[in-house]
């Protein structure tokens, strides 16, 4: 590892020559992760080692893995056997693919209780997560209300209240609590149902609102053979006793603990889940009023106190779910021997707070994100608990639903991709994913409905290794040091809870819609790069710091209130204490002036009015904008000035990290353009150097210079990028301005010959289709190659002679010296106009490396001679045109099968939710893709 700090006096290169040897040589714990599906267990210990030996030579440094649903019926023939969940034979194979991930120094992650969310069979209707339907009734008084409700709902009455009417809303002083009116009805000695006995209703309008807890309960999601259940109550810490014990314990006492890196927890997908057998207790422990007769606040109208009450109930539920199940399950694990991976998006819990509750917390791309945007829901909320939290590694389920229709994607997809994800500063990526393939399995092997095909059975597979380097190097430089983060967006969560009724409330996604995606995304892109910051985190860990406050290893001289109305008392209090400290508070949408809580909640208004009364109409430091866009960034560009300004914004993002005494910036190009950028590093005032991070020559910037013309001395550098290039700009402490080295003047076009390549041979499985007397053209427009996914072969055979300069004289000269190396011309580079997806070149039979994204260039000349030479450019198309020319149709099996599952309707529901014909490609969209090399082949001499 390198020194954090490095002795002054040391000589510059040595420490750019320890950063590059990082580069080479990152520690294999910052390899990326893959999910890896079993479907319906139906593994064989050969498969395994198969898989896992591809995975490893491929650069991925561990598995999660996550068994699921059967994509076969047991087949003897095939030799296909489901193996059902917990039975012997599936311990046998966990302990297998256990040690084979250790002999290959491999990770092994597991996710537990199948698919998601977490469940299973042992789970009883009481501990199963709970939906609470709620019912009215309008009624006139006076009279005795009585009715008998048999079969007109189904489930248990968790709570009714009745309220007198006015102008559509209850009037609170004349609630009362009526559950105790609901009897059981009966049929015989069964109960059948319910009958309302004697309300006395005075004069007057009122309603009768009651809760029902309804019967139904949601099912474990895609889960495998033998692990069906139901979906355990995510709030009752006897349900997670209960999940833990049956679950998750017998898998750590047969394979032994700490076998295991990582128990994973999946997205909280739990669909309705408002209610828990545990809330009505544990709100009036902790909230000091009855629940039961303000459940009509959760619904309708109660006047003033309606945002209150469901406040309180969305806390409690929030305190609920942290403390019975995310903190739960962290504890296990570590007595366990391992740690906890959790996704808290979709949760309705203080989100921060519970992604902090894993070792690792996990965020998530979902859908195409190919470039360059602040992703706040599944991203930014993780990284900013992992700061907040002091959780240095912080990883992400990358390529979800990235290529539609599915078999689309590309490696260059995927790096574009995962360059987004970095710059939101994450720095373990998880694949999704890896499907086991049984061997037997019809072509193209199974696969994942949701997920780009990261597998062996993939046509690029074979060029995924260069993703995985990339993967590996950006991850180990994005470990270094800490975050080096100024600005923070404060979460106005408790306004989310107050204005949203009974729900099970997607906070991320509530909360940024109140924030706003774009204004997110560009605060970030104006070169502020923010944490959110939530209130544990503002009441719990800051410490007042000059200039603001201090959390964990981040100053954050700059905090945002963005549409935020309320504010818990200490959170106000907080922020007055971090603006007396010299931060600046920036309101946009008004100014908190509310707290939250039924509770004191005079007196809790009257504190946070106050507070920001104080920090409002205060004479510094603060300040109200017109609005959260251009007024809110017209006034952070006066006040603060930003950490990296980029001129090509929209293109290029960055990261910054501190490592010793070393300032560390990730700069990625997110873009298929080449583009020239001025890059200013606000603080920097002394010298650095750029690292290539894909083996590239050395990269000099273009122009280098220390500006202090705004009173804030910035380092000014101009960077070229390459499509979708990345690079490390590093400013080590104490170098000279000085040893900074920029590129020399650019070369003129008498430095330089050109040549356009023709007479192109294309050739498919040794066979020759086609001939191209000028540009190649891509394979799917020939007659009967529409639908093929594979390799095809482009060849051309061109002379030196045929080379010239304008004025006559040969491009090269034959150096004897070093056989290939030309005098006076050193790089001939091969560039390919168009290529779709992956090639591999060959120079007269040797071959000289890959080609997998923009730009599509290769240095050839230490393979060239003098006289005759032959490209050939083996090239890779997706798989998507084999998908949609097969004739799948609809497979269907008979009502029962001799096999198990038995019913064959079983399998044919899954196929047609799971592996729809044709990869779930819709008629409009089942084109052939562009497959080869198209347009222009050209040879570019340099010096």
Request: with cysteine; net charge negative.
């Amino acid at each position: 590892m390198i020194k954090s700090d490095i002795d002054m006096r040391v000589n510059r290169e040595d420490i750019r020559i320890q950063y590059e040897s990082l580069l080479l040589h990152p520690p294999a714990s910052a390899r990326g992760l893959t999910r890896w599906w079993w479907y319906g267990c139906a593994a064989t210990c050969d498969e395994i080692t198969k898989e896992l030996n591809a995975m490893r030579e491929a650069g991925l440094g561990g598995v999660e893995l996550q068994i699921i649903y059967p994509l076969a019926a047991d087949d003897d023939e095939k030799n296909i056997r489901n193996i059902p969940y917990f039975s012997p034979e599936f311990f046998d194979l966990l302990d297998f693919t256990a040690r084979e991930c250790k002999k290959l120094g491999m990770r092994f992650d597991y996710t537990l209780g199948s698919g998601w969310p977490y469940g299973g069979p042992f789970v009883t209707e009481e501990l199963a997560m709970q939906c609470a339907i709620p019912y009215q009734i309008d009624l006139r008084g006076p009279q005795v209300y009585s009715e008998d409700m048999t079969t007109r709902f189904v489930g248990e009455v968790a709570a009714a209240s009745i309220g007198r009417m006015e102008d559509s809303v209850m009037l609170p002083e004349t609630v009362r609590d009526v559950t105790h009116h609901f009897k059981e009805r009966y049929l015989f000695n069964w109960v059948w149902g319910k009958k309302l006995e004697g309300i006395e209703i005075p004069e007057g309008n009122w309603k009768l609102c009651f809760f029902v807890i309804h019967r139904y309960r949601q099912p474990v999601g895609k889960a495998a053979p033998g692990a069906e259940g139901l979906v355990i109550d995510h709030c009752s810490r006897k349900a997670m006793d209960c999940f833990l014990e049956n679950m998750a314990q017998p898998l750590t006492d047969r394979l032994g603990k700490g076998t295991v890196d990582s128990f994973f927890c999946d997205s909280i997908e739990c669909d309705g889940h408002n209610w828990s057998s545990e809330l009505l207790e544990a709100f009036e422990q902790r909230r000091g009023y009855d629940l039961r007769k303000f459940i009509y606040a959760l619904w309708g109208d109660m006047g003033e106190i309606t945002p209150h009450v469901r406040y309180d109930y969305f806390l409690t539920m929030s305190e609920l779910t942290i403390e019975n199940f995310f903190d739960p399950l962290t504890e296990w694990c570590r007595r366990n021997g391992s740690r906890s991976r959790i996704q808290a998006h979709g949760t309705w819990g203080d989100i921060l707070r519970v992604y902090a509750a894993a070792d690792e917390p996990e965020g998530e791309t979902f859908g195409d994100h190919r470039q360059l945007e602040c992703n706040s829901i599944h991203r930014r909320m993780a990284v900013s608990a992992g700061h907040l939290y002091g959780k240095n590694i912080i990883s992400n389920e990358t390529f979800t639903w990235l290529g539609i229709p599915r078999f689309t994607e590309t490696l260059e997809d995927m790096k574009a991709s995962v360059d987004g994800v970095f710059l939101d500063g994450i720095n373990q990526i998880v694949n999704h994913g890896y499907s086991l393939t049984h061997e037997n399995a019809d072509e193209p092997g199974w696969s994942f409905y949701a997920s780009c095909h990261i597998n062996h059975t993939n046509t690029w597979w074979k060029y995924y290794r260069h993703l995985g380097e990339y993967i590996h190097k950006v991850s180990a430089f994005l470990r270094l040091g800490v975050p080096c983060v100024e600005v923070g967006i404060y979460l106005p969560q408790a306004d989310i809870w107050a204005e949203n009724m009974l729900s099970d409330v997607h906070l991320a996604m509530r909360l940024e819609d109140r924030i706003g995606r774009s204004v997110a995304d560009r605060i970030n892109k104006e070169g502020y790069w923010f944490d959110y910051l939530n209130d544990e985190a503002l009441t719990e860990f800051a410490v007042p710091s000059e200039g603001g406050i201090r959390i964990q290893n981040n100053v954050y001289r700059v905090i945002l209130l963005i549409n935020c109305h309320r504010l818990p008392p200490q959170t106000a209090l907080t922020l007055e204490r971090f603006q007396q400290s010299g931060g600046i508070l920036i309101a946009a949408g008004g100014v908190p002036a509310d707290s939250c809580g039924l509770t004191g909640r005079e007196e809790r208004r009257q504190i946070v009015s106050e507070a920001m009364e104080r920090c409002f109409n205060g004479e510094k430091n603060r300040y109200i904008a017109p609005d959260s866009g251009e007024g809110l960034l017209s006034i952070l560009r006066a006040e603060f000035a930003p950490d990296v300004l980029i001129e090509k914004k929209e293109q290029v993002g960055y990261v910054h990290r501190i490592h010793g005494s070393d300032h560390i910036y990730f700069l990625a190009n997110v873009s298929p353009q080449r583009l020239q950028t001025l890059v200013s590093f606000k603080n920097r005032t002394g010298g650095c150097f750029v690292l290539p991070t894909e083996g590239e020559q050395r990269i000099r910037p273009l122009y280098f210079k220390i500006n202090s013309d705004t009173g804030i001395p910035r380092a000014d550098v101009i960077l070229k990028f390459e499509p979708y290039q990345s690079v490390f700009v590093i400013f080590p402490g104490g170098m000279d301005p000085a040893e900074t080295v920029t590129e020399s003047s650019p070369k003129g076009n008498a430095d330089a010959a050109e040549i356009e390549l023709t007479g192109w041979d294309l050739s498919v499985n040794g066979q020759n289709v086609k001939r191209y007397p000028g540009k190649p053209d891509t394979w799917e427009k020939v007659k009967g190659l529409e639908h093929y996914s594979g390799e095809g072969v482009y060849r051309t055979i061109f002379a030196w002679k045929d080379i010239l300069y304008s004025n006559g004289q040969a491009a090269f000269c034959y150096d004897d010296v070093k056989h290939g190396a030309f005098i006076g011309y050193r790089r001939a580079i091969l560039q390919l106009k168009k290529l779709y997806c992956a090639a591999t070149v060959f120079v007269n039979g040797h071959k000289v490396g890959d080609i997998w994204k923009a730009p599509y260039e290769l240095d050839i000349a230490e393979y060239l001679t003098m006289g005759e030479n032959s490209i050939e450019i083996r090239v890779v198309n997706t798989l998507f045109n084999r998908i949609i020319g097969t004739e799948q149709g609809e497979k269907r099996l008979p009502a029962v099968i001799d096999k198990w599952p038995y019913f064959g309707n079983i399998m044919n529901n899954i196929w047609s939710e799971r592996q729809p014909p044709y990869g779930g490609c819709p008629d409009e969209r089942r084109t052939p893709m562009p497959s080869g090399i198209s347009g222009s082949v050209v040879l570019k001499c340099r010096r």
